[in-house]
């Protein structure tokens, strides 16, 4: 069942590459001068391109969810990280970017980054054991994850550029790999057949939390390129995913020392893919470029007599 279970997150994998894609290029068409504003998401609502995104990212949430119920967390969620190099093809197709034209530290970046959470994930295969979620580990989680929420979209209010993005991203993770602990409480709850014993709870945070992660999915894709927020999400996602099941679902109480070590290694591995994909993107090197360019000519196009 686990093979199955990866086989669904492979093609999860695909639709959410496709739906990023379309609801970036949605974003930027429908963005207003002052950033995405509420009317202009309002717009996005009517948009046929978003729409089909949405069903995109809904398709693959759905064959992630289904997933979940046949294999561990701490396995089935890191295989998500396969969008960020479809996304990352699509995104160079659309701006007519050839493998000569790829800049190096970028391709490194996403290879990090892919790599790292598949290593991970092949780590985490042998020693991950399924558990059950109690309605404790559940609260716990949606308070943890409540606090960081709210600290980058703090950050990303009172930052620009890149730095929003990675904010706004990271936020929209982080709400994600929440959801993913709460489908796997749901799952457990529905296939016990028990319907007089569901708790409503975790329908509740499930939905709180796809409302928050998709308004900071927005706001990401309006201040950045889609592949820097899908590394986003395919990487703090399924790390915050797995760092509930390990510490607060007890799915890692089998692994040993130095297991923990590489899974560690891996991780650190795969954010600085992350970083460096933000640093070195070729529409970032494109920005900067241009922000250059506009600099010196205004230099070059002043003089003392220019000032009043």
Same mark, same amino acid.
């Given at each position: 069942?686990?093979? =199955?279970?990866?086989?669904?997150?492979?093609?999860?994998?695909?639709?959410?590459?496709?739906?990023?894609?379309?609801?970036?290029?949605?974003?930027?068409?429908?963005?207003?001068?002052?950033?995405?504003? =509420?009317?202009?998401?309002?717009?996005?609502?009517?948009?046929?391109?978003?729409?089909?995104?949405?069903?995109?990212?809904?398709?693959?949430?759905?064959?992630?969810?289904?997933?979940?119920? =046949?294999?561990?967390?701490?396995?089935? $969620?890191?295989?998500? %990280?396969?969008?960020?190099?479809?996304?990352?093809?699509?995104?160079?197709?659309?701006?007519?970017?050839?493998?000569?034209?790829?800049?190096?530290?970028?391709?490194?970046?996403? %290879?990090?980054?892919?790599?790292?959470?598949?290593?991970?994930?092949?780590?985490?295969?042998?020693?991950?054991?399924?558990?059950?979620?109690?309605?404790?580990?559940?609260?716990?989680?949606?308070?943890?994850?409540?606090?960081?929420?709210?600290?980058?979209?703090?950050?990303?209010?009172?930052?620009?550029?890149?730095?929003?993005?990675?904010? =706004?991203?990271?936020?929209?993770?982080?709400?994600?790999?929440?959801?993913?602990?709460?489908?796997?409480?749901?799952?457990? $709850?529905?296939?016990?057949?028990?319907?007089?014993?569901?708790?409503?709870?975790?329908?509740?945070?499930?939905?709180?939390?796809?409302?928050?992660?998709?308004?900071?999915?927005?706001?990401?894709?309006?201040?950045?390129?889609?592949?820097?927020? %899908?590394?986003?999400?395919? %990487?703090?996602?399924?790390?915050?995913?797995?760092?509930?099941?390990?510490?607060?679902?007890?799915?890692?109480?089998?692994?040993?020392?130095?297991?923990?070590?590489?899974?560690?290694?891996?991780?650190?591995?795969?954010?600085?893919?992350?970083?460096?994909?933000?640093?070195?993107?070729?529409?970032? $090197?494109?920005?900067?470029?241009?922000?250059?360019?506009?600099?010196?000519?205004?230099?070059?196009?002043?003089?003392?007599?220019?000032?009043?």
């Amino acid at each position: 069942m686990t093979l =199955f279970a990866v086989a669904l997150v492979v093609f999860a994998a695909c639709g959410y590459a496709v739906g990023a894609r379309l609801q970036h290029n949605a974003v930027h068409a429908a963005i207003g001068e002052r950033g995405l504003g =509420f009317r202009d998401q309002l717009r996005l609502v009517r948009n046929a391109r978003w729409l089909l995104g949405l069903a995109s990212l809904g398709g693959g949430a759905l064959l992630h969810a289904y997933a979940l119920g =046949f294999a561990p967390l701490s396995v089935v $969620q890191p295989i998500g %990280v396969l969008a960020l190099p479809i996304t990352v093809l699509l995104n160079m197709r659309q701006r007519g970017i050839g493998a000569a034209g790829l800049n190096r530290t970028a391709v490194l970046g996403v %290879v990090a980054s892919t790599g790292g959470v598949m290593a991970f994930v092949l780590l985490a295969a042998g020693t991950a054991t399924a558990t059950t979620v109690s309605d404790q580990a559940a609260a716990t989680s949606i308070r943890l994850v409540t606090v960081f929420v709210l600290a980058l979209g703090l950050v990303g209010l009172f930052t620009k550029g890149k730095i929003r993005c990675i904010a =706004f991203a990271t936020g929209c993770a982080v709400a994600y790999g929440l959801v993913s602990v709460l489908v796997r409480a749901v799952s457990q $709850q529905v296939t016990s057949w028990d319907f007089a014993a569901i708790d409503l709870r975790p329908f509740i945070g499930i939905g709180v939390a796809v409302l928050v992660g998709g308004w900071l999915l927005q706001q990401a894709y309006a201040h950045g390129p889609p592949d820097l927020v %899908v590394a986003c999400l395919t %990487v703090i996602d399924p790390m915050v995913a797995v760092g509930l099941g390990i510490g607060l679902l007890g799915e890692a109480d089998e692994v040993g020392v130095w297991t923990a070590a590489g899974e560690s290694l891996c991780a650190v591995v795969a954010c600085a893919g992350v970083f460096a994909l933000a640093r070195y993107h070729p529409e970032t $090197q494109d920005r900067r470029a241009r922000s250059t360019a506009t600099g010196s000519a205004e230099l070059a196009g002043s003089s003392p007599t220019d000032r009043p």
